[in-house]
Each structure stands twice: as C-alpha cells, then as structure tokens.
C-alpha cells in the first residue's frame, strides 16, 4: 500500500534544531521565514501531497504516458493536480520575488521538494525542471528574455526543460550535433533532436519553454564550442500569450522502468526560432547553473522515494502477521505477531530509517549553505557557503539517490512476495527511484566531479568547509556518555576519510586514474562520515532536550536510538570503502580489454 | 541489447579443473559422464539458451502472460520454444533413468540451469519447478503415483507446480488453510486456494501437476499438521491421458514487477481430487525435499541473470563511445573512446565479473557435494556431502541473488539513461532479477536457516565441512608469489567469520535474537569467505598452468586478474559485516514498536 505523510516532526528538527550553529550565520534577508510561516508552509505542503499528489501517484504508473497524433497526454488527474499546484502558489516557493515567487528559503523548498517526490516522483518533474530552467534564465539571460519568460515560469503557467542529451552523448556533451544559425534579428535558428527530455512535452501548460545546447557554425570543437538557447514551444505573440508554433515537436515518449507518469520525450527542433542565454560558446557554464540546481535536487528526489518506501514498509510490517517473536508471542491474541518483531525486519526498518534520518539531516546542511550563499551580508560567509555547496552537490546527488533505491528495494524485501505485485505499490518505489541514480549525471559521474574537480579545487579550499566542522566537533565531545561511543566510531570514520584523501591526493597527482580508481568509494566514505556527523549532534541535541524534559521525549528518544544504529550497522560501511580506496587502480584496471 | 552467450570456458573450468580435490571422491556412477561428453551437452545447451531462448525473452517480458476465459497464454514463441525443449530431451537431463531421465549429474545441469535463466528465466520456471514437484514425489509418493506421473512429467509432456503459499501466509506455513477431506477410496478431496503459484496455469502442456500443502481434518495445529498432496489439473484416464477436469482453476495470473513471461497464478481448488504424497502431517518434510533443491536453484537464477546483465554491460561499454581516457586518447579515430577505458566503468564491469566467477565457482563446489550425497558409494562421504549441501544451501540462495540483482543492476548504471529504458533490454534484467531475492523463502529466511538451523546442527558438525577445506588450504599456501597477499586476505576474512561464529554461538544460546539480528551479515560473511576460497583455489591452478604453457594463456590470466580484483574490491565488505554482526541486537531492537 502508497502511504506517505510527511515526517514533519523531523523536517521540523533539521530546520529549526539541528544546524543553528553551523557557522553560515544569520541571514536577515529571510529573517521573515520564522518557524511558524515555515512550519505553515510545511503543513500545508503535506496535505497537498498526501490528499492530491499521493492519490495519483499508483495510477499514474499504470496509465502512464501516451502520445496521440503528436500530443503528449498525462496519466488521469495529472491536469488537476498541476492546476491546483499552481493555484496553490507551488510553483512560485522558492522563486525570486522579482519574478514573482515567494522567496522561500532553500532550507524549506528542499523539505517541499522532499514531499512532493515522496508522494509523487513522476508528478514532480513537471514542476521541477522548471525550476533549473528558470534559474539558468535568471543567471545568465539578457534582460528582455526574463522579462518575457521569468514571470510566467515562476507562475506554473509555462513549464521549462533542460535540453542536453543527444542520442550519441549524453555525458560527454561535447559530441553534440544541435546547430544554431544566427539570424539578422538577433535570433537563431534552432535544428537538432534531442533525448531523454523529461516533460519536454504534456498537456498540463499552454506553452513549455526548452533550453536547448547547440552550436554556432563557427563554434570550436567539443564542450568549449557550445551555447545556450532558450526555445519556446510557441512563440510568445505581442500580448505575451503563445502564438505560432515553433517547430518543436515530440518525436516519441519513452518507455522506462519507471517514473511512468512523466513523460520523456524525444524532442525534434526543426528551424526553431531561439535566443542565445549567456555568451556564445559558454553554454556549459549557464547548463552546469541549471545541473547543479537540479543534482541536489536529485538526491531529495532520491529521498524522497526512500521515505515513502520506508512509510510503506512499517505500515506493512505492522499489520502482517507471521511467525513468532524469538522471545515468545507478541501478541497472543492473534494467530501470529505482525513481522515488525522480527530481528532481521527490524534491521531493514531501521536501515531505511537511517538512511532517511541521516540523509534528511545532511541535505538540510547543504540547503543552508544555499540560502547563504544567496543571502549572506558577508563575502566571506558566501565564499565559504559556495565552496561548501560545490564540495557536498556531488554528494548529496549520488548518496541520496543510492539510498533512495536500496531503502526502496528493502522495502519490497519486507513485503516478500506481496512486495513484487504491482498491487502493492512499492516495487514501484524501486522501478521510480532508479532513475535517480541515472539521471542529471550518474553517480560515478558524480563521484568524479567530487574527486577530479572539487577536491583539488583552490587546493583543496572546498574540502576544509567541511572538514573543519567535523573535526572540532569530535575535539569538542569526546567525552561521556552515549554520544561518547558515536564520536568514537565517527573519528575513526573520518580518520579513515582524512587518510583517504590523502592518498588521493597524492597518488591522483601523478596518475589521474589513480584518483578515478577510487572516486565511488570516496564520494560514499565522505557521505558516510557527514551523515555520523549529523547523527552525532542529532543525539547530542537530543540528549540536552530530553534532560530539559517537556512533551517531546517519543522524538528524542527515537532520535538517540536511530543513531545508534547508524553507528552501529550502517557507519562499518566506511571500512570496506577505505580497503577498496587502500587497493588503488591496479586490479581494477588490470585485466586486458579484450579479455572481458 | 540483450546479448547472451554462455560462458562455456569458465564453466568447464569449474566442472573439470577447480574442484578435482574437494574430499568428495570419485563417483563410480557417474563416471560415463566423461568431460568429452558433458562439454557436448554444455554447447549444445548454450546453443538453445542463444538460439531459442534468448531472442523471446524481452518479447515476452513486452507482452507477458494473458489469462482470456480462464486460459492462461503464454507469450508468443514459449509454446513453440517448449516443445524445442522437450524434444531437445532438456526436462530429462537431470531426472532419474527410472523414470526416463538421463542421469546427468548436478553439476553438469546447474550450469544447464545457468544457462537457461541467463538467456530468459521467465521461460525457466516452466521445467524449473516440474523438477522440485519430480523430486519431491520420487522421495516421498507411493509407487503407483510415481509410476502415473513421473515418466509424463520428466519427458516434459506434463509439468509441475509447488503450492504453498496463502493470502494470509507465506513464511510462516502453520497459518495455512487449504483442507483436504479423506475419502473411501484412498484419495482426497481438496478444497482452498492458493497464491504466487508460477507456472500453475499456462498453455504450454496438456496437464500440471500440483503440488499442494493442505490439513486434514484432524491435523494439530500449525505446521505439524500439514501435508502434501498431488492435484493434477485434469484426472488422468484409464490411458494416462487427461480425462476429466478436477475442479483446478487459475483466478488470476498476477501482475508483477518483472518474470513477466512466467504466470504467477491464483490458483482455486475445488473438491478436487488430490493423493497424499508422504505420510499425514508430515507435509512439510516433503516441502522441504523440493524446496531445498529449488533453493540451489533460485540461487542459480540469479547468477544466470547476473551473467546475461554482464555481457551486455560489457557489450555496451565496448560500443558506446563518451569522453576520453585519463591517460590519453585509446582510439583517436573516434570522436571519444569507448567507455569501458573508464576506471569507474571498470570498476562496475570487474564487479559483475567477480561477483558471476566467484558464485559460479561456489555454486559448483555445492553442486558436487549434491552428486556426492546421492551418489557416492562411502557412506561417510555422502554424510559429509549432505551436511556441506545442508549448510551452502541458503547461502547459494541467498548470496548469489543478491548479488545477480545488484549485478543487473551494475549493468543499467553502465547504460546510463539508456539503461532506463525498456529497449535496452538491461532494466529487464534488474526487474526479473529482484524476484530471485524473494521467492523459495525471501533472503532474510534463508539467513535464518543458516544461523538458526543449520549452525548449531549436530553440534556445530554442518560448519565443520566448510572450515576444515578453507583452513587447510589457508595453511598450505601461504607462501609466496601473486598467491601469498590472497591467501593473506582470506586468512583475515576467514579469522572474522571464526569470531562472528563463536560470538553467535555465545549470545545466540541465551537470547535467539541475538543469533537472529547477526544472520544476514553473518551469511554474506560466510559467503564472501567461500567466495574468497574458490578465487584463491582459482589463481593458484591459474598461475600453475600459465607455468606449465599452453595456449589457453588469456584465460588463466584473466582468471588471476580477476581474483586479485575480488581480494582488492569485494572481499573487503568482509570487515562491514564483522562489525554489524560485532554491534549486536541492542541497537536494532532499540526502538520502541510505536516510535517507527
């Protein structure tokens, strides 16, 4: 069974609890989000996604996406549920007010994000595309440009798409064939197909507005020799409304594993009239504002999916009755105890709890950092919050999203067979969740740019944003008590880190595939060592509100024992990472090519 | 693409050269299965999975199974693939001479079995569960039964089911309902129904013989009062023939999130007639039968599958061409280098490699303690094989399909968006996969055996096969060369899975769930250390016959290569496991039942 509430109470413990002291200070720029505005926002966002969102979420799936004569058309109550989206403001948060959003914190926008996947991850990439597109639009578009789209996007009126991926490249973006000619009018001329465009067409909107990676005739070889467009399904008329159709047309919709109810398409632009975002030839920087956007909001995606898993999970462990408990019946009143009894249902429980508790915890740190990268008074709070950000978006994308599945497929291990029926909803969890681990860069992908661009980045100035709180952290609580085993096992993790780095460092200096060799391991190690991190103080906080007293205690106490088994069972995970980095490229490069 | 083409030389090395010194002896019996004449029957074998099997497995995963008037149909091309197989002789390979099978030994038909699954293991569950219902009432039914069905079932003409599984239980087989009410002339009438019954309806042969769990009216309470009866479809006439219909009928074939070719049937029985196969009450040791050789089976499913998912991986990182190598371009004539000169690429090909080699090479060591154990002419010998077959059964299961999934799953990272996409044939994979994990006892049960049941067994005696070779070999081999630092990884691996064992057995006989919240690290412990033996016993006989020359050179190196890649990368997980299982219960049973 789809079940999904929001976890409010712990969306409400990182918000407000957990990272006060985080070094990015205040930021009075948002100092109108206090708690109870954003505790509103919360709220109201959890009964959307359970009461509009969650109820299409199945069906979508099995409806799916059709194209009729050319026309995309969304699974049963996907029209609705956008329009009242809209409606709602949804599509507005975190927008700038300039454009007509709402301005919310990233810190709140992440959690929404969180819930509307949650409830519905096909149904959130409708919305979510055009986030990233409209944030390369305002970042890098000419003024006119934002004028006439901007306001429009923010609205939910019209949605955007990224298009990146040709049927030849997708990661190496530099082999792309789109061409743009320029046009007296200081337009061009867009031709090119493009694939894998998440709703790069549907009938939720009048008009969708694409950006497109092209290149000019005289543009030089590979990534250096691409430019952004923006690309209008129709062209805006003199009112602003959409007018004549711009020779953009969905060639096909995909038939995937999963994420059903959103269409992706292959797009064609046949001479389609666009207007060049940013400079000629630096396509790739304002499409890396759109990606890096959009990779953190991968990895929610990714989070998302595992809360609903895991909410589906307890659900049913309660209520199927099977066996008895090792320590002797339950509950004798029935003709077995539900399996929540089980030892080895309990591991999964709790995997996937920690999973999304630890994830949860390390995801609002990074959208922290984003607010104050935004909206810091001070450069150097800005400087650090980006380098910060740029360190952890590798992270949060691949971690949250190896989770997301694996928190996903243990949810279907903990309904058994019943868990493999489509019925049940959540093997759908698993087919949805997939995807996340692919797309906007796949993980290994990711574990490169954390290992071959970030680390080494200003000298390694990006990996000490995080470092530094780590270690003065295990300085600070090495004493007594519960937290004292959790900082244990946390400074041996980040020993295991620090010792990691450097042997990346060094062997990675003169070998590159070196540094390679160890990336997926790495970018996990690293995860693995802020998600104890998070845990630890989550604990420690815990610790100090349970001594405090008050009505909260079922909370903390959780907390303290999630912890627990974050350190217990899912922390080790560091030491086979460390061995595997240990090895070095040797036995994995070491087999002849043709041998495989 | 789906590609399938069975590895024969790695097979022929486990069958003829990897185990020659495995205590189990010479098998006079089996001794005219000579290599000359189960390497016939292997590419013969391999032939079928490619040609036949292979080009209807995404067909009928496309199109799966219909039920039309209460009719199951097969997708298009089983039918006819079918009948290839029968006539092929296929069903009989590994049945009985008595009965009209060829005798062929277990180890020879598990790689058969390999081979079938790997190019479509929807299309495998048809024979695969006939040969559990064979085996099942060659041990346990009356000779007039035998004798009624066995020659119809092993020559394929009628297939077979096992029919467990309720609505309401699955694991936990006491809560069963189906009745079965004696009658005056010896039979039964049988009345109830049944769930996830594959291959329980389907157009592919005249009849199905079931196999039923059901309770006689006077049966105790739970799985004590269980029995097992033989239902066949239709009542065979005074010719054998089916004559009348008996009151079986599919409900509904269910939809699933994969093995979509092979009809998982709601199965109702309706006064039907039905036999006692085995004593009264004595139903689940009869189960049992089949079911620990589909265990070894389902175990095998997975690896085929994980095969299948390697080669396309390894055909997809040959032909799809992003970026360049880090150590400069490989192929300058094309616009990028293949991905597979990608040190992350590798990594996940190596993995899929190391993970099929390894439970390939374990899969045949139990696969010769089960020719062992049936025909060894030492009854000492047979013992000693039974109890090695005993304690490798759940961990064949289990390991090799978690690692079939997560290889599959390697295989969809390795397409990247591509991979997501029906069409690529690879999600397939995954989906069909995950199934493996579940059924004949999810992964979590199968643990549970091993730790509950099958350690403390006799004492400790089942155990005793598996560390007497592993130590023996450990202390003959710890010299030098390529070998010594594998045998040193072993030795440490081997060192941890001592320890855990002790501790398990410690805690475990004062608090059972403290056995039980240690069995799922301490099988993969168990398995990884298996694994480690197999490879170390792999490079050794590698490293000798590239000593000795010969022109099978790239094998043998290829085999060290990939040994040293499994002590580097997969061994090391190892060390999670041992501090899991270290860490207790205390942390996963922590949390309060009300607090998930």
Wanted: charged share 20%.
């Amino acid at each position: 069974m789809q079940v999904y509430d929001a976890p409010l109470r712990d969306m409400r413990f990182v918000l407000n609890e957990l990272h006060q002291d985080d070094g990015f200070g205040d930021l009075p720029a948002l100092a109108e989000f206090t708690p109870d505005l954003t505790d509103a926002v919360l709220e109201e966002a959890a009964r959307f996604a359970r009461e509009v969102l969650l109820p299409i979420n199945r069906s979508g799936d099995e409806e799916g996406c059709h194209i009729d004569n050319g026309i995309v058309r969304t699974p049963a109550g996907f029209r609705e549920a956008y329009s009242a989206f809209r409606e709602g403001g949804w599509t507005a948060l975190a927008a700038d007010p300039e454009w007509g959003g709402q301005g919310l914190p990233e810190t709140v926008n992440k959690l929404v994000e969180e819930m509307i996947c949650g409830a519905n991850i096909s149904f959130g990439l409708y919305p979510g595309l055009t986030h990233g597109a409209t944030t390369a639009i305002e970042s890098h578009a000419a003024d006119e440009l934002k004028q006439a789209y901007l306001p429009k996007m923010v609205s939910g009126e019209w949605t955007g798409t990224m298009c990146l991926t040709e049927a030849h490249c997708g990661t190496d973006l530099g082999l792309l064939r789109t061409k743009a000619v320029p046009q007296a009018n200081g337009s061009y001329r867009i031709t090119g197909s493009k694939i894998f465009i998440s709703a790069g067409d549907h009938d939720l909107t009048e008009n969708i507005i694409h950006l497109v990676l092209a290149r000019l005739p005289d543009a030089p070889r590979g990534v250096k020799g691409i430019s952004l467009f923006l690309v209008p399904k129709y062209l805006p008329g003199a009112d602003g409304t959409p007018g004549q159709a711009n020779g953009v047309s969905c060639a096909n919709i995909e038939h995937k594993m999963g994420l059903k109810a959103s269409a992706t398409c292959q797009m064609n632009f046949e001479d389609s009239t666009g207007w060049l975002v940013g400079a000629p030839n630096k396509g790739m920087e304002a499409m890396f504002t759109m990606m890096n956007t959009e990779r953190v909001s991968v990895g929610v995606q990714g989070l998302g999916v595992g809360e609903a898993a895991y909410q589906a999970a307890v659900w049913y462990a309660r209520e199927r009755i099977q066996g008895r408990s090792l320590s002797g019946p339950k509950r004798p009143d029935l003709a077995a105890d539900p399996i929540i009894v089980h030892p080895d249902v309990r591991r999964m429980l709790m995997t996937m709890r920690a999973y999304n508790e630890g994830c949860r915890a390390v995801g609002n740190w990074v959208s922290r950092a984003i607010d104050a990268e935004r909206h810091s008074e001070d450069a150097e709070v800005r400087q650090h919050a980006a380098d910060f950000v740029a360190l952890m978006t590798p992270v949060v994308k691949a971690l949250f999203t190896d989770y997301g599945f694996e928190t996903a497929n243990l949810a279907v291990q903990t309904y058994g067979g019943h868990g493999y029926i489509r019925e049940s909803g959540v093997e759908q969890y698993a087919r949805d969740a997939r995807i996340t681990m692919i797309y906007e860069g796949t993980n290994g992908i990711q574990a490169l740019d954390l290992v071959g661009r970030k680390l080494p980045a200003n000298m390694g100035r990006l990996l000490r944003t995080f470092f530094h709180p780590v270690s003065a952290f295990i300085e600070e609580n090495g004493g007594e008590g519960p937290l004292k085993r959790m900082v244990e096992g946390l400074q041996q993790a980040f020993g295991a880190l620090q010792l990691s780095t450097a042997k990346i460092a060094e062997k990675g200096m003169k070998d590159p595939e070196e540094a390679a060799a160890a990336a997926t391991d790495y970018l996990r190690l690293l995860g693995l060592v802020a998600m104890g991190y998070c845990f630890a103080k989550a604990a420690k906080i815990a610790a100090a509100k349970l001594a405090e007293g008050g009505d909260d205690a079922a909370f903390y106490q959780a907390k303290i024992a999630t912890a627990a088994f974050f350190f217990d069972r899912i922390l080790p995970q560091t030491s086979a990472c460390f061995l595997a980095i240990k090895a070095g490229k040797k036995s994995m490069m070491g087999l002849d090519e043709a041998a495989f």
